[in-house]
Structure formats: C-alpha cells, structure tokens
C-alpha cells in the first residue's frame, strides 16, 4: 500500500525514471566492448583470486578498486559476460537519475529535482557511461550522493549527517581520483560555513566536519597505494589541452547538439540574471541558507570552478590530465543550474515548454541524428573477434599488437587460442630470420592500428603468403594469412555442362568495380545466395576461358550495407568480395569474369559468368 501511495504522489518522478531506464537498458549491450572496457572485464575476471585482483587493478589501471571488487563479485553471480556488466552500469545510471532529483530537492525544491532528473534522463553524456562498463557513472552517482549529504549537513550539522557524508565522500573517491577534486570544493565550503557559524556551534560543526574527513579518509586507506602511484607519473597518454579544451568539453556533455546548446545557452543567461536581481543581504550562515538562490550559487559555482581550475593548472604545470570522461563530477552542477534557471519561468507553461523543446532537441540529437541505439560507434573487437572463432578450422596461432586485451574473447571456456602480443613487423621479421616459422597465421588489431606494414614486411607477405579471410569493421580488423603456395591456382568447373550464363543454384550478386591497370586487375562486389546466412558459403571469383577457370585471389569483405539495403531476413554481412589478380600470367585469349558460390551445409552451388571480359 505504502508503494502505491508513494507512486501516486511521485508520479512524475516514476514516469521519469522508468524513461530513464528504457533508455539505459535498450540495447545497452549492442556495441562491442572497446579497450577500456576490456580492461574492465581483464580486471574483473572472476576467475582472480580475490588478493590477487587488488595487484591486478594497481597494475592494470590508475583507478581506485572499488568499481572492480563489485563487479567481479557480480561476475560470479551472474556470469562473466559484457551484458551483466553494461546492466551494472545501466541501474547505476537508474539510479543516479534518482539521486539528482534527491539533490535538486535538497538544494531548492521538489521542482527542480524533477526538472534536474529530467534533463539527465535525456542527457547524452549521462546515457552513455550509463552503458559503458567503466566506473564513471559511479564516480556521478557518489559525486550527487555526497553533495546531497554535505548539504544536508550544512543544514543540521550533527554526526548522522556528518557519517553519511564522509561515507559517500569516500565512495566517491573509490569510484575516480578527480572525486578529490570534488571533495577540495567541499571542503572549502564547509571551511565558509564554519567561519559563518555561530561562535557557540563553531566547536561542534569543526568536530562534525572533521569526524566526517577522518571517516572519508580511514576508509580511502586500502586505495591510498594505487594513489600515490598515479600520482608518481610523469607521462601519459592524454593530449597537452588546448584553449578551448572547457568549451569542446561543455558541448560533449550535451551531445555537440547546436539546438540544444543554443537553448542552454539562454537558460543559463537567464540562470545568472535571476542571480544579479539578488539583493544585497548581511552575509550570515542562516541568510545564505534561506536565500536559496544565493545557497545554490555558494554550493555549485565554487565546485565548478575548483573542480575545472586545478586540473588545468596541473594539465599545464606537470602532466596533461584533461578528458571529458574525468569532468562526469561538474555534471551534476551544471544540470542543477538549469534546472534552477527553468523553475525562474514563473509561468508553468513556458516552463513545460522549455522543457518539452529541450526534450525533443536531444532525443532527435540521440536517436535520428547520431543514430545511438543502432549505428556503430564502438570499436568491434567482438566482431573481430567472432570473425576468427567462426572462421577457425585449425590451430593458428592470432597475432595482435593488442594482445592484452585478446584473451577476454578467444582464450576462455569456449575456445582456446594460441594469442601473440607482437606487431605484425615484428612477427614477420622472426620469420624473415627463421624459415620453420613460415606459418599460416591470423592477425587482428584496431582502434587506430590500421593494416599498414612496413615495405620490407609488405614484400616478405606478398611473396608468401594470402589473405583467403577478411574483416573490416569499426575501428577494428581481422585477415586470415595463408600460405601462397597452398592456394590452388585453378577450380574445377566441369560438373556445369555447356556452360551458360546462369548455372547451378541462382544467386544474387553485383560487381561493382573492375578494372585493369599496368595487367593488374582490381574487382569487387558481393554475392549471395538467398534465404539463408553467408557466414559459411565459399566464395571464388575465377577468369573462365574455353571452360576451364584461373582463380583470382579473393578476400571476402564485411557489407553489412547489403543486409539492410535489401531487408534480408538472414544476415549475409559477409557477402562481399575483393581480387587482384596480375593477368600477365595468363595465357593469351578472353578471359570472362565469373562467380561461383559453394555453401556445403545448404549443399547448394551456383555458377554465374559475368558480362566482364578481359582480353590478352
């Protein structure tokens, strides 16, 4: 009963957050893991030891442990998959909406909570480390909660509210060390409202205080190691900011969205405008307090500013540490000051009105325009990856440059791969000084890593080796490389009698390019047969003359345009085809491209002789 009750006078706030969470859990495992996300789950590997994963996170990570702990014990509930971790996130990120609206509560009233829960309900940068397992949307979540208690403090400094907010203070700094950045700011308020106390609640505020820095610090004690050595690096990987690196940063935050900024930009005009109209007040604890607007301003521009000040100070002094990801903590601030701007809009209607357009703006943002539940926007090593373990009949060793990460996907309960951590120049030049090594080999990398060997390599590739196996996906890659000398140069057609233009089993095909340059010459196209999958059909595209076919050497080519161009029932993403082939070894005469499709498990076989010709 005293749910439904609770329903019935929260109904907004329900319907908020059940959008919250439709949001959040639709497709929340769509996207590949990247490779902070597999660092996540290398990390916390149930598998560990429990001493042995605190080791495994100094060394891995320059985060606190915390995150890790509770995901690895989720792990062996649930299952170590990329799903129970996205999920973790995603009530994480449930939740976070709730405690905002308990923020914007405590700050102003009720109101602006829903207004705050309902702006970040749609907020992009929210939504996405809403759905990435990494410990950010915790580091927003405990950064709200502790703001929440410090003010609940402030309010009635005694020890409840002092435990609480030590406890969460420490939570928030278990989930990123920029938390310090957050907590230095609130210290540095409760430093101003201890000077405004009363001379007689002096001592028993500073005691409160203190209690609750002494509790945030006894329980930081076990990641005070992985502390200080973060803080002992003098390079890393972030970039030196530039001067508009805040700017770049505040419009991350909403997408890159003009509409939505254009409105952000006079809701907060409108923000400090309300703030100018303040009139002048003898400057008290309680007169600040009172004056919500002014108590606003004490608790979020301070922060703000603190929070954006000294890492860019730092960024310039020792070692860049700037990254939007880091600044989730000034979130909160940011959307409780447009909140606070809309409630000015005395009239209920505009109110609304902002608020449906600033709704509109940003799902069309998320939705239509950047495509996020359905566009690819995270590196695919999962379909990397897949590519090898469904196309994998023997046991090739996978070289990757990322080799680290690898195991995660082919060294588990399901498949068993020999994984090398080497560049592709290095591999090869061990064969280069070692002959017995000459071995048919898969290799995958990405994120920035494209296929870009050395000349040297290049040669040493050419001469010995073929790419029968091709995958090209979002910033990620896989190639099979054969043995050249195991290629067949010829397939044998003969089973087609008197060949026509269509034999065998009908396909759909197209060939898109073909060219002949200096007798090298380049096709490419796709081709399938129809109802079923494309996964397992064996693809050549051959030169045919007086009946008798030379194989031109072919890769297949990831064309998941071809699935949903045509609305296929099956996926047939692996239909594509790229050959070269230099026709100066042919005999002379004419020469007609063809296409032949063998697929042994629908036992169907198709043959179907183009309208290209080459003559020599």
């Given at each position: 009963?005293?749910?439904?009750?609770?329903?019935?006078?929260?109904?907004?706030?329900?319907?908020?957050?059940?959008?919250?969470?439709?949001?959040r859990f639709y497709h929340a495992d769509f996207q590949s893991i990247w490779l902070d996300e597999i660092h996540t789950m290398n990390e916390a590997n149930p598998k560990v030891g429990f001493v042995d994963l605190y080791s495994i996170i100094t060394t891995g990570e320059q985060m606190p442990p915390f995150y890790f702990y509770s995901l690895y014990f989720l792990f062996k509930i649930f299952g170590y998959t990329t799903f129970v971790a996205r999920i973790y996130s995603a009530i994480i990120g449930v939740v976070s909406v709730f405690s905002l609206y308990l923020l914007g509560k405590e700050i102003m009233n009720k109101r602006v909570g829903l207004i705050a829960a309902f702006i970040i309900t749609v907020n992009p940068f929210h939504l996405y480390y809403s759905q990435e397992a990494r410990p950010y949307i915790f580091l927003f979540l405990f950064t709200v909660l502790a703001f929440y208690y410090l003010i609940k403090f402030i309010k009635?400094?005694?020890?409840?509210?002092?435990?609480?907010?030590?406890?969460?203070?420490?939570?928030?700094?278990?989930?990123?060390?920029?938390?310090?950045?957050?907590?230095?700011a609130q210290y540095l308020i409760l430093l101003l409202f201890l000077i405004l106390s009363e001379k007689g609640?002096?001592?028993?505020?500073?005691?409160?205080?203190f209690i609750s820095g002494l509790l945030t610090f006894v329980l930081f004690i076990p990641a005070i190691n992985i502390f200080i050595k973060v803080s002992e690096i003098t390079q890393f990987w972030i970039p030196a900011p530039t001067l508009d690196v805040y700017t770049l940063i505040f419009?991350?935050?909403?997408?890159?969205?003009?509409?939505?900024?254009?409105?952000?930009?006079?809701?907060?005009?409108?923000?400090?405008?309300?703030?100018?109209?303040?009139?002048?007040?003898?400057?008290?604890?309680?007169?600040?307090?009172?004056?919500?607007?002014?108590?606003?301003?004490?608790?979020?521009?301070?922060?703000?500013?603190?929070?954006?000040?000294?890492?860019?100070?730092?960024?310039?002094?020792?070692?860049?540490?700037?990254?939007?990801?880091?600044?989730?903590?000034?979130?909160?601030?940011?959307?409780?000051?447009?909140?606070?701007?809309?409630?000015?809009?005395?009239n209920k209607i505009i109110q609304l009105g902002i608020l449906v357009l600033f709704v509109i703006f940003s799902l069309t943002d998320i939705v239509v325009v950047k495509n996020y539940y359905m566009g690819v926007s995270k590196a695919q090593f999962r379909e990397s990856t897949n590519f090898i373990i469904n196309n994998s009949s023997k046991n090739e060793p996978v070289v990757s440059s990322l080799g680290w990460y690898m195991p995660y996907f082919l060294k588990n309960d399901k498949v068993n791969f020999e994984i090398v951590d080497k560049t592709l120049d290095a591999y090869i030049s061990e064969m280069q000084q070692d002959s017995t090594k000459i071995k048919p080999f898969w290799f995958t990398d990405g994120f920035g890593r494209d296929y870009k060997p050395s000349e040297a390599t290049l040669k040493f590739l050419n001469d010995n080796f073929y790419?029968?196996?091709?995958?090209?996906?979002?910033?990620?890659?896989?190639?099979?490389?054969?043995?050249?000398?195991?290629?067949?140069?010829?397939?044998?057609?003969?089973?087609?009698?008197?060949?026509q233009q269509y034999n065998g089993d009908a396909f759909m095909l197209n060939v898109e390019t073909f060219e002949n340059v200096n007798n090298i010459v380049n096709t490419s196209g796709w081709?399938?047969?129809?109802?079923?999958?494309?996964?397992?059909?064996?693809?050549?595209?051959?030169?045919?003359?007086?009946?008798?076919?030379?194989?031109?050497?072919?890769?297949?080519?990831?064309?998941?345009?071809?699935?949903?161009?045509?609305?296929?029932?099956f996926n047939v993403d692996d239909c594509g085809f790229k050959s070269t082939y230099d026709v100066s070894k042919l005999e002379p005469g004419k020469y007609q491209l063809s296409i032949y499709l063998i697929d042994k498990e629908t036992k169907k076989e198709g043959l179907v002789l183009t309208d290209k010709f080459i003559e020599k």
């Open positions: 009963m005293k749910a439904i009750q609770y329903i019935k006078q929260n109904k907004f706030l329900v319907l908020i957050l059940l959008l919250a969470s439709i949001l009635l400094p005694n020890r409840k509210s002092a435990l609480y907010h030590g406890l969460f203070a420490a939570l928030m700094l278990y989930s990123h060390f920029f938390g310090l950045f957050v907590l230095f609640k002096k001592t028993q505020f500073f005691i409160n205080a419009k991350e935050f909403f997408g890159n969205s003009e509409n939505v900024l254009a409105l952000l930009s006079l809701i907060f005009l409108f923000y400090f405008i309300k703030l100018s109209k303040e009139k002048d007040t003898t400057i008290t604890y309680n007169s600040i307090i009172n004056n919500k607007m002014i108590f606003s301003f004490v608790i979020l521009i301070p922060t703000t500013v603190v929070v954006l000040l000294i890492p860019l100070i730092r960024s310039y002094w020792s070692i860049p540490m700037i990254i939007s990801r880091y600044f989730i903590t000034v979130l909160p601030a940011i959307i409780i000051m447009i909140s606070i701007a809309i409630y000015q809009f005395k790419i029968d196996k091709n995958y090209d996906g979002f910033q990620a890659w896989t190639k099979h490389f054969i043995l050249l000398k195991d290629v067949p140069t010829t397939v044998d057609v003969s089973k087609f009698k008197n060949l081709a399938y047969f129809k109802d079923q999958v494309s996964a397992k059909t064996v693809m050549y595209i051959l030169f045919i003359k007086d009946g008798k076919a030379t194989r031109l050497m072919t890769q297949k080519v990831i064309r998941a345009d071809v699935t949903s161009y045509f609305k296929n029932d």
